[in-house]
């Protein structure tokens, strides 16, 4: 999927992806352990992810919830709908 009415999404190895659903508190955690930054805005933090090579980002374990950092494998196209805060 790709066009005007999707969006390339960073993707890690296990399969999650930078969305709007992983916003905390604080906003979005990106980058490298030790040199994390709060992004409050999503779209901002994608822009950033962008810029990074490679682009590390939190989210959820599956096990026990608890955020943690992951580096990114892949882009992937999603609908745009789905990037709405």
């Known amino acids: 999927m790709n066009g005007k009415h999707s969006v390339a999404v960073p993707v890690a190895s296990d399969g999650s992806a930078f969305l709007p659903s992983l916003r905390r508190t604080r906003g979005f955690q990106i ?8 992004i409050t805005d999503y779209w901002k933090a994608l822009r950033l992810l962008r810029q ?16 943690g950092i992951v580096r990114t494998q892949t882009w992937k196209h999603v609908p745009v709908d789905l990037c709405t805060e």
């Open 52 to 67: 990074a090579s490679p682009a590390y980002f939190r989210r959820p374990s599956r096990g026990s919830g608890r955020f």
């Open 31 to 38: 980058g490298i352990k030790g040199q994390e930054r709060w």
